[in-house]
């Protein structure tokens, strides 16, 4: 055997051990047999990756065509031209009504600023001044009032020409003025109004003054309910409750459909921690005034605070004074205030005296009848008033300082019964008078009315106490017969 055939042998025998362990046939190198039935691990992991792109492909692409973004395919339009219909007779000749123009007065705006703002010349605002009649009323117009003119458009480019100019004289009245030239025509319309009274009731949840906006009280009614009826018997920033309820009576004006404004506060009830306080509207000697159920004023003779939410600094009783050094006789109580923070009047009152009074300084002393006199000292002026005036409880006396002795800013509030000073603070307050005779009993004719009113609709509201209270307001109207007022 030659060396030749010795290798030839050895390298079949590496090549059958290859195979045997491969379990495939191994190809010679640099030479290619083609397929051989088996994939390698390469060859699958890019089929693989290749096959997930086409599923890929196959399900993105399709979704930008028309039929599957749901967008319909776009079919051929052909236009036409259609003749349009002629215009009526009435807009041709520049009737009245094709150019109406309403405006809403602003605050601080004057007839005259409404003519500029429109390009209106002022020659045609004092032609319909002169001939309308309601000089005072269009020279002093309120917020929000409703002007409406008709303004056809000029013709060649030139400046409208007012045509009729309108205004509402009253909630019954609409005055319309046609103008030619400088002739000017006046047609009055009568708008009929109704009145209607009506009860509101509801809870007061998170806000008593959202709720009761939403049931369709005005800010007003609501400022008498908290600053007027039930001011000292509710402390309405900590005795309230979410499921505390009220009931208001109140006169509404309604014109065509249309609420116009809420009378005052007529009669009212709140119950706050199963307690039941009452008041009622009833005018005594041509002041209107709030009572309770059995005739008793709401309104209190005196309030203990001359200023609101003010800090007390000095008690009534014997001090040591700040200024004089000595040990005297504090014959009032002081309250620290800012400068220039508004001082009101205990009561009714008579103006006694008002100006310098020694070490009180700039003082006001208050006469509220039946023995009882105040006195407010160091204020850094004195309000708009004059000795003898009559004066309500709340006005405005003066404003708090440091005139006279005094070391800050703050009011010295004195209290006297005939002549004797006692403590503001502690002293027992003289009741008001209540109603009786003939006002009583027309005040409880009055009152058992809106009482009826009340407990009907509280009993439709609340008849199931588990049950929660309708959202809305259960108003029971009495219309009564349209205003009629002259023109």
């Known amino acids: 055997m030659t060396a030749h055939d010795s290798g030839t042998e050895r390298r079949e025998r590496l090549k059958a051990l290859r195979e045997a362990a491969l379990h495939r046939p191994v190809l010679a190198s640099g030479a290619s047999n083609g397929f051989n039935g088996r994939w390698s691990r390469r060859q699958w992991a890019h089929a693989s990756l290749f096959a997930t792109l086409g599923v890929l492909v196959a399900a993105i692409v399709p979704g930008f065509g028309p039929a599957a973004s749901g967008k319909p395919m776009h ?35 004057t007839l005259g600023a409404v003519f500029e703002d429109l390009d209106l010349p002022a020659s045609t605002m004092h032609l319909i001044l002169d001939q309308s009649g309601d000089k005072q009323l269009l020279a002093r117009l309120k917020p929000g ?12 480019g030139q400046p409208a020409q007012l045509r009729t100019f309108r205004y509402d004289r009253d909630d019954s009245h609409r005055v319309e003025l046609s103008l030619a030239g400088d002739k000017v025509t006046q047609k009055v319309l009568v708008r009929p109004t109704e009145t209607r009274t009506v009860v509101i009731s509801g809870k007061v949840g998170k806000s008593l003054f959202r709720s009761a906006r939403k049931m369709g009280l005005s800010g007003s009614n609501i400022t008498t309910l908290t600053d007027d009826i039930f001011k000292y018997d509710i402390d309405f920033n900590e005795d309230v409750g979410a499921d505390d309820r009220f009931s208001v009576v109140v006169e509404q004006i309604w014109r065509e459909g249309e609420l116009l404004r809420t009378g005052p506060v007529l009669a009212a009830t709140f119950t706050t921690g199963g307690k039941l306080h009452t008041g009622f509207r009833f005018e005594r000697n041509g002041k209107s005034e709030y009572f309770t159920g059995d005739g ?55 103006v006694q005296s008002a100006g310098w009074m020694g070490g009180y300084g700039n003082a006001v002393v208050l ?50 019964v005939n002549g004797v000073h006692r403590n503001p603070l502690s002293i027992t307050m003289p009741p008001p008078e209540p109603l009786s005779g003939t006002a009583l009993a027309q005040f409880r004719a009055q009152t058992s009315v809106a009482l009826a009113r009340i407990q009907k609709v509280e009993n439709i509201i609340y008849a199931d106490v588990d049950a929660p209270a309708p959202a809305a307001a259960v108003a029971v109207a009495k219309a009564k017969k349209p205003g009629k007022t002259k023109a």
């Not at 236009?79 to 109406?100: E, I, T, V, Y």
């Not at 009882?372 to 709340?394: E, F, N, V």
Request: charged share 20%; proline share 7%.
């Open 145 to 156: 009032t409703e002007l409406a003119f008709d303004l056809p458009q000029g013709a060649n």
């Open 75 to 109: 079919a051929q339009r052909s236009s036409m031209a259609l003749a349009l219909p002629p215009l009526p007779l009435s807009r041709l000749k520049g009737h009245n009504g094709d150019s109406w123009q309403i405006v809403r007065v602003e605050r601080g705006q």
């Open 296 to 350: 008793r004023p709401l309104k209190k003779s005196f309030i203990r605070m001359p200023i609101p939410y003010a800090r007390l600094t000095s008690n009534f009783g014997t001090r040591k004074h700040p200024v004089l050094g000595r040990t005297r006789m504090h014959k009032g109580v002081d309250y620290a205030a800012r400068t220039g923070t508004p001082i009101m009047a205990a009561g009714d009152a008579r």
């Open 367 to 416: 006469d509220h009848g039946r023995g009882y006199t105040t006195l407010y000292g160091h204020m850094s002026r004195i309000g708009k008033i004059r000795p003898g005036q009559r004066i309500a409880q709340g006005t405005v006396i003066g404003y708090v300082g440091t005139t006279g002795m005094s070391t800050g800013p703050h009011l010295h509030y004195e209290f006297r």
